[in-house]
C-alpha cells in the first residue's frame, strides 16, 4: 500500500478521510484491515520518537537549532468522532522522503513541485543542472528524493574533499637500479647477486583506498546517467582524480561495506567522508529511496530530508547574493538571560546587518502552507520573530515571517507599516515570501524571487528614510 501527501499536510484537519477514501488512498486492502493496522491507535513519530532508529534523517545545515527540548513531527496517523462518522486523519510535518510503517509506504512529497525543489538545491550547492533537461535524457526513474540525495552527495563530497581524497602509507617493492627506501637484503641475495646493477628495495608510500575510490567514482557515473555531465562541475577536479583512480571494477555489497567501516575514516581529516559513502550507497544500490521490505513486522524505518531547512538556505543565499550591502547570516546564536535559571539560546533563521551601519533586519522562513489567511500564521512562530525582532532593538530596521505563498502577494494585507500594529512603534512587520504554484516553471519562479527581492528593498529604502 503506498500513500502520498505533502509535507505540513493536514494540520489543521481539514482533509479528513472516510471510510470509502481509505480504500481509494491506500489500493487494494480492505478498509476493515487499513483501519485496524494504521488507526487502531494514535501513531505519531516525531524526532524524538525511539520506534525511528532505522529511519535516517538527513539536513542541510548545522543543525544546533534544534534544541534538546524541540520536537518536530514528522507523521500522525490517528481517527476522530465527528457527527455522522469516524473519519482518520494524517499530518505531516516539514520531512520529505519515504516511511514505511505496518505495511504502508508514505511517501511525503514537497507541495510545490520539482522544478522549486530544483531552484533550491541549486542555491543550496551552486550547481544548475535545471538548464540540462532539454539536452540530457534523464532517466524515467529520477524522482524528487533522488534529486536530493544527489545534491546531499555532491555537496557532502565537495566538502569532504578539501584536504583531498582518504590515503593511508603502505609497504611497497620496487627493483630498479635507484634506491628508493631501504634495500631489501633477503630478495638481494636471492635475486641480485652477483650485483647486475639492479636492486630490490622497500619504501612506504600514501595510497588511495581502492574501495573508496571505487564507490564514489561509480557514485558519480551513476549520478551522470541521471543528471547530465554537468551534475559533476562543482567537483570536477574530484571526479577527475576518482577517474584515474579507478580499479575497473564494479563495486560489489562488500565493497560499500569495506569503505563504510575502513579505519581510515576515524582520522579526523577524513571523518566527513563517512556521510558522503552513506548517501553514495543509496545511490548505489538504485533504491530509489522507496523501502522495499514489506514485511508488516519490521520498525518502521525509511529516507527523510529536513525541507524546512532547504527553504532556510534557499532564502539565506537568495538573500546574501542580492543585497551585497549586508551580511547575512543563517542560525545567529542569541544568549538571552544567560546568567540565569530560565536562560536559553535562540536562533532566528534570518539575520541581514548591514556592512556599514548598525541597522539590522530580521526574518524566520517557514516552509509551510501560506494562503494569506490568519490560520497559516501559527501562534508560535508569530510570537517567536516578535521576540526576535524586540532582541535588535533599537538598530532593527524591520523583521518579518517568509513563506512558500500559494496565492499572489498582497503588501496592503501583509505588510503592516508598525510593530504590533502600534503607531509608536515604527518599525514595520512584513508576512511575505516567494510565491509558488505547483505549475511553475523556472523563468516565473526567478520572476517570483526577483518580485520579492524588490519588496525587500523598497521596505529598506522606506525605513531607512524614516530612520534618518
Not at 488507526?39 to 545545515?61: H, M, N, P, R
Not at 556521510?275 to 519490521?298: G, W
Amino acid at each position: 500500500m503506498r500513500i502520498s501527501i505533502p509535507t505540513n499536510h493536514n494540520f489543521y484537519e481539514e482533509f479528513p478521510l472516510t471510510d470509502n477514501q481509505l480504500k481509494e488512498k491506500f489500493g487494494v486492502r480492505s478498509e476493515k484491515d487499513i483501519k485496524n493496522n494504521l488507526f487502531s491507535a494514535t501513531y505519531e513519530f516525531t524526532t524524538e520518537s525511539k520506534s525511528l532508529e532505522q529511519l535516517q534523517i538527513f539536513g542541510f545545515k548545522n543543525n544546533r537549532n534544534k534544541l534538546e527540548e524541540d520536537k518536530q513531527l514528522i507523521l500522525k496517523l490517528y481517527s476522530k468522532e465527528y457527527p455522522n462518522e469516524r473519519k482518520y486523519i494524517v499530518q505531516t510535518g516539514l520531512f520529505a522522503g519515504v516511511l514505511y510503517h505496518k505495511g504502508c509506504q508514505f511517501n511525503i512529497t514537497t507541495p510545490y513541485g520539482e522544478v522549486f525543489l530544483k531552484r533550491m538545491l541549486n542555491f543550496v550547492n551552486d550547481i544548475y543542472i535545471d538548464n540540462q533537461e532539454s539536452k540530457v535524457a534523464k532517466s524515467t526513474e529520477t524522482n524528487e528524493f533522488q534529486n536530493i540525495i544527489a545534491y546531499l552527495f555532491i555537496q557532502s563530497l565537495e566538502k569532504a574533499a578539501v584536504m583531498g581524497l582518504p590515503k593511508v602509507y603502505q609497504t611497497q617493492m620496487q627493483r630498479s637500479h635507484k634506491v628508493r627506501g631501504k634495500i631489501d637484503v633477503n630478495a638481494y641475495i636471492k635475486h641480485d647477486f652477483p650485483f647486475q646493477g639492479k636492486l630490490t628495495t622497500s619504501f612506504r608510500e600514501q595510497i588511495y583506498i581502492q574501495e573508496i575510490i571505487d564507490v564514489l567514482y561509480l557514485t558519480c557515473k551513476k549520478l551522470e546517467q541521471s543528471f547530465g555531465k554537468e551534475i559533476h562541475r562543482k567537483i570536477h577536479g574530484i571526479f577527475q582524480l576518482l577517474k584515474q583512480n579507478y580499479s575497473g571494477i564494479y563495486a560489489q555489497h562488500t565493497t560499500i561495506e569495506k569503505a563504510k567501516k575502513h579505519s581510515i575514516l576515524q582520522n579526523p581529516m577524513f571523518g566527513a567522508f563517512k556521510n558522503v559513502l552513506m548517501y553514495a550507497e543509496i545511490i548505489l544500490k538504485d533504491q530509489n529511496l522507496i523501502v522495499q521490505n514489506q514485511n508488516d513486522s519490521l520498525a518502521t524505518n525509511g529516507y527523510l530530508f529536513d525541507i524546512s531547512q532547504l527553504f532556510e538556505v534557499y532564502l539565506e543565499k537568495l538573500l546574501s547574493r542580492h543585497f551585497t550591502d549586508w551580511f547575512v547570516t543563517g542560525q545567529e546564536e542569541l544568549n538571552v538571560y544567560s546568567d540565569l535559571f530560565y536562560g536559553r539560546k535562540m536562533f532566528p533563521d534570518l539575520v541581514m546587518k548591514h556592512k556599514e551601519t548598525n541597522k539590522v533586519i530580521v526574518f524566520d522562513a517557514k516552509f509551510k502552507k501560506m494562503r494569506s489567511i490568519k490560520k497559516d500564521v501559527d501562534r508560535s512562530d508569530f510570537y517567536q520573530i516578535h521576540s526576535y525582532i524586540q532582541y535588535y532593538q533599537p538598530n532593527v530596521l524591520f523583521g518579518g515571517l517568509l513563506y512558500p505563498f500559494s496565492e499572489s502577494i498582497n503588501t496592503v494585507k501583509a505588510h503592516s507599516k508598525s510593530l504590533f500594529g502600534n503607531e509608536n512603534n515604527p518599525h514595520s512587520f512584513i508576512v511575505d515570501g516567494i510565491f509558488i504554484k505547483i505549475d511553475m516553471t523556472m523563468p516565473n519562479i526567478m520572476q517570483s524571487e526577483k518580485e520579492f527581492l524588490l519588496r525587500i528593498e523598497e521596505l529598506i529604502s522606506m525605513a531607512t528614510i524614516f530612520n534618518d
